[in-house]
């Protein structure tokens, strides 16, 4: 339980809201409680029944709810003056607002609903609250002059920071669904016991391994074996007799499995392995027991870089990916960033880097193209800095905007091309994002937005991280792709660039799509007649 305390004004009701949407807990103010319980207001029954009186009911009150389901928990100003709440609240995480007088006093101005706003010696009830309130939290944040959110994305950093990895507390990712810690470093399956939050409900842990991904599986399977849970390791078929890798039939299997083993909501699930993987245990993790817990280890650099940042989850369809889907965040992610380098599908994941970098980091983009030759193969601290700021870049966008009203749309650059071109020609899958990201650049400049040279570094990069920048698609093989993938809405959608590190969504004319398909066929060379320049 959370537990906001602090004196009037300070802040309570408005950062708990925001504490709760982002830690994924419902809110609950005390005081409300008493008043829907009592059918009078707090003013009300402190005229009936004295402040010695309302003080008994608020004490009974409060450890009902501490009691109950865990939450957000706001109490008023004065229910800390109540030894036996504060012996509760010994047991919970207390954050106590500190605010100035001065400041409580201008922010709750004339209001009536607080039965000692207007009562002579408030100085000296202040006063003799602020040593209460300081010795009964573990928690405290200072209000005075500062902007609720602050406040609150602060508090969040502090109660998500459970354990530090090489002297980094992690990369906080704060949306509304629940907010959580990502660690990145070399080696670390043997840390990731210790760096999952306090879990009191579980008493079974299943390690969900993806094919090709069984070692790293019973390695993290060994990691949380101290905890007080019966530990499983599930794998995920690798056979041709498998159903497909991102498919209901693998979802039902797997929750088939879980009930035989007696898994319940309270429970913890462990995704390890690359983007189909990660994909079906977070969508396996939010319909079992209608949600349940789960923390990730992508082990691909595709994973690391985005399908594991943001608790978006999906399966396929036969007539096109990802077509069901749905958000939920895990509690952890840790990314062992040495597993991904030497698989395959190592160039996906720098497509997905430099799309951040175009997207959103001139730095980045500095940052890849110097450092090309180490990034590609591998070398660990050139490698360990452009996934740790690619996942910030994502982290930041996904804190703002979980369900795609706004910049998270923007990550979709590049990938409305891609999609399109793997459905039309699977053969293409390995360099797909690079081949939309450059076909994209195309549409930009087409459409007048994109200049030439902002091209030119859309190919340098890319060509830089070894990945491919020309490839010849007509607009037919692509149009039944495009009219079903799943960011259509009234027509294609394309995320484009009004210049590096500025997108912005697109619909543009079939003409203008077409043209950028013969921009991408050209290649290196000039642009197709009738570009602008």
Same mark, same amino acid.
């Given at each position: 339980m959370i537990v906001l305390i602090g004196f009037m004004g300070a802040g309570k009701t408005t950062i708990g809201r925001i504490l709760a949407e982002r830690l994924g807990l419902p809110f609950v103010d005390s005081d409300l409680v008493i008043e829907h319980q009592q059918r009078r207001s707090i003013a009300?029954?402190?005229?009936?029944?004295?402040?010695?009186?309302?003080?008994?009911?608020?004490?009974?009150?409060?450890a009902d709810l501490l009691d109950g389901q865990a939450c957000v928990l706001s109490l008023g100003g004065g229910a800390c003056g109540s030894?036996?709440?504060?012996?509760?609240?010994?047991?919970?995480?207390?954050?106590?607002?500190?605010?100035?007088?001065a400041e409580a006093l201008a922010r709750v101005g004339g209001d009536t609903y607080r039965p000692l706003l207007g009562k002579p010696g408030l100085d000296d009830l202040y006063t003799r609250?602020?040593?209460v309130y300081a010795t009964t939290a573990s928690v405290t944040s200072f209000t005075t002059g500062r902007r609720v959110e602050d406040v609150a994305f602060e508090i969040l950093a502090r109660l998500t920071a459970t354990a530090e990895l090489d002297g980094s507390p992690g990369i906080l990712v704060a949306p509304p669904g629940g907010s959580y810690r990502v660690h990145v470093g070399h080696n670390v399956l043997a840390e990731l016991g210790r760096l999952l939050p306090e879990l009191p409900d579980v008493r079974h842990i299943a390690v969900i391994s993806g094919p090709g991904d069984e070692g790293p599986?019973?390695?993290?399977?060994?990691?949380?074996?101290?905890?007080?849970?019966?530990v499983h390791h599930l794998r995920l078929p690798a056979d041709?007799?498998?159903?497909?890798?991102?498919?209901? +039939?693998?979802?039902?299997?797997?929750?088939?499995?879980?009930? +035989?083993?007696?898994?319940?909501?309270g429970d913890l699930l462990i995704g390890v392995g690359g983007e189909p993987t990660i994909d079906v245990v977070g969508f396996l993790s939010a319909t079992y027991h209608r949600g349940m817990q789960f923390a990730l280890v992508p082990t691909t650099l595709e994973a690391m870089a985005d399908s594991a940042i943001g608790g978006k989850n999906a399966v396929d369809l036969p007539q096109g990916p990802s077509?069901?889907?749905?958000?939920?965040q895990p509690v952890l992610v840790v990314c062992d960033a040495g597993l991904a380098t030497g698989r395959p599908d190592?160039?996906?994941?720098?497509?997905?880097?430099?799309?951040h970098a175009l997207l959103a980091d001139p730095e980045l983009l500095h940052f890849l193209t110097d450092r090309a030759d180490g990034i590609t193969t591998g070398e660990p601290a050139a490698l360990l800095h452009a996934v740790r700021r690619s996942i910030e870049i994502k982290a930041d966008i996904v804190t703002s905007d979980e369900r795609e009203q706004g910049a998270r749309a923007h990550l979709n650059y590049g990938h409305t091309f891609s999609r399109a071109f793997i459905a039309a020609r699977p053969d293409h899958a390995d360099g797909a994002l690079s081949l939309g990201m450059m076909a994209a650049a195309h549409l930009s400049h087409r459409l007048g937005w994109l200049d030439a040279a902002a091209v030119d570094a859309h190919r340098a990069l890319l060509t830089a991280l070894g990945l491919p920048t020309s490839a010849?698609?007509?607009l037919d093989e692509l149009e039944w792709w495009l009219d079903r993938d799943k960011k259509y809405r009234d027509g294609w959608r394309f995320i484009v660039l009004r210049g590096l590190g500025d997108p912005a969504e697109a619909r543009p004319p079939r003409e203008a799509v077409e043209s950028a398909l013969a921009d991408l066929a050209a290649g290196a060379g000039a642009p197709a007649p009738g570009a602008p320049r």
């Open positions: 009300t029954l402190f005229d009936e029944l004295g402040e010695p009186g309302f003080r008994q009911l608020e004490e009974r009150t409060i030894a036996a709440t504060r012996e509760i609240l010994r047991r919970h995480t207390v954050i106590y607002l500190h605010v100035e007088l609250r602020l040593d599986g019973a390695r993290v399977a060994e990691a949380v074996a101290g905890r007080r849970a019966a041709a007799g498998a159903a497909p890798a991102r498919s209901l +039939e693998q979802v039902g299997a797997l929750a088939g499995r879980l009930a +035989e083993l007696g898994v319940h909501r077509l069901l889907g749905l958000v939920h190592y160039p996906a994941g720098l497509a997905e880097i430099a799309k010849r698609f007509s």
